[in-house]
T-cell receptor, first 114, second 109 residues
Framework: NAGVTQTPKFRILKIGQSMTLQCTQD?????MYWYRQDPGMGLKLIYYSVGAGITDKGEVPNGYNVSRSTTEDFPLRLELAAPSQTSVYFC?????????????FGNGTRLTVT | RKEVEQDPGPFNVPEGATVAFNCTYS??????FFWYRQDCRKEPKLLMS???SGNEDGRFTAQLNRASQYISLLIRDSKLSDSATYLC??????????FGSGTRLQVQP
């Protein structure tokens, strides 16, 4: 059972480049999330989705875009990468938004923008 | 004021010690509370949910004080393997979970 799979694990980008962080889950979860975690900080929500075709902004959406064409996949797109986007990115999923539906996280993508 | 605040630590304790972390939250409408554990350079994992009456899972006890808007995590008989960062997590309404910055625990032999 793969759970939540993120690719790539590591990436170095130059300022102004773009890339897509991939996230896929095989648990048939409706809810999916993208968080970023800066060193010594908590996770901040970038975007989330409550089902295929539905996405919404989180706390820190600027500089990012998402799409949710299928239940399984929730890619995060960075356009015009900036040093401020250097972070660890976690994708997560949950069956629902209820309190007893825990988040399942992927292993993370470590992104450096120089 | 941050929505979820935690003492960053680190808490350095010897094996076998009892250690407690507190976390405060600012939104009185928050209704669900959790502790997640995050090992160094790894993804967070759910440790336990926090219920109004308090709850225990082995050596771990979680308490909620709604009047003072704080939750706590008590770890008894600390093990080396308990060394990690403990994230306080709060859910408010339909919003996604809000994470605290975490409290780092280092258990020493």
């Amino acid at each position: 059972n793969a759970g939540v799979t993120q690719t790539p694990k590591f990436r170095i980008l130059k300022i102004g480049q773009s890339m897509t962080l991939q996230c896929t889950q095989d648990m048939n979860h409706n809810y999916m999330y993208w968080y970023r975690q800066d060193p010594g900080m908590g996770l901040k929500l970038i975007y989330y989705s409550v089902g295929a075709g539905i996405t919404d902004k989180g706390e820190v959406p600027n500089g990012y875009n998402v799409s949710r064409s299928t239940t399984e996949d929730f890619p995060l797109r960075l356009e015009l990468a900036a040093p401020s986007q250097t972070s660890v990115y976690f994708c997560a999923s949950s069956l629902s938004s209820s309190y007893n539906s825990p988040l399942h996280f992927g292993n993370g993508t470590r992104l450096t923008v120089t | 004021r941050k929505e979820v605040e935690q003492d960053p630590g680190p808490f350095n304790v010897p094996e076998g010690a009892t250690v407690a972390f507190n976390c405060t939250y600012s939104n009185s409408a928050s209704q669900s509370f959790f502790w997640y554990r995050q090992d160094c350079r790894k993804e967070p994992k759910l440790l336990m949910s926090v219920y109004s009456s308090g709850n225990e899972d082995g050596r771990f006890t979680a308490q909620l004080n709604r009047a003072s808007q704080y939750i706590s995590l008590l770890i008894r008989d600390s093990k080396l393997s308990d060394s990690a960062t403990y994230l306080c997590v709060v859910k408010t309404g339909r919003r996604a979970l809000t994470f605290g910055s975490g409290t780092r625990l280092q258990v020493q032999p």
